[in-house]
C-alpha cells in the first residue's frame, strides 16, 4: 500500500486507445515504484486440487490477494 492506496485492478483496453501517452506513463511511473521498492506485489499463492474450493470462496469474498494457482502433479 502506497498511502493508504491499493490497486485492485484495472482495464487498460479502452485508456489505451483514446490516449496511449497516458497509459505508458501510468506504466513507467508503476515499474518505477517497483524498481525503488515503494510498492510490493503480493506473493502468488500456490495451492493443491483439494484447497479449490477455499480458493474460490476466497476469490468470491474477496480476501484473495495476488494470483492464486494450482498446481497439477
Known sequence: MVKNYSIEG??????????????RRAQREVFQLLADQRIRPPEPRQIGIGEVALALNALAGRSAQGKTVMAVP
Open 10 to 23: 484495472l482495464h487498460w483496453s479502452l485508456y489505451l486507445a483514446r490516449k496511449p501517452e497516458l497509459v
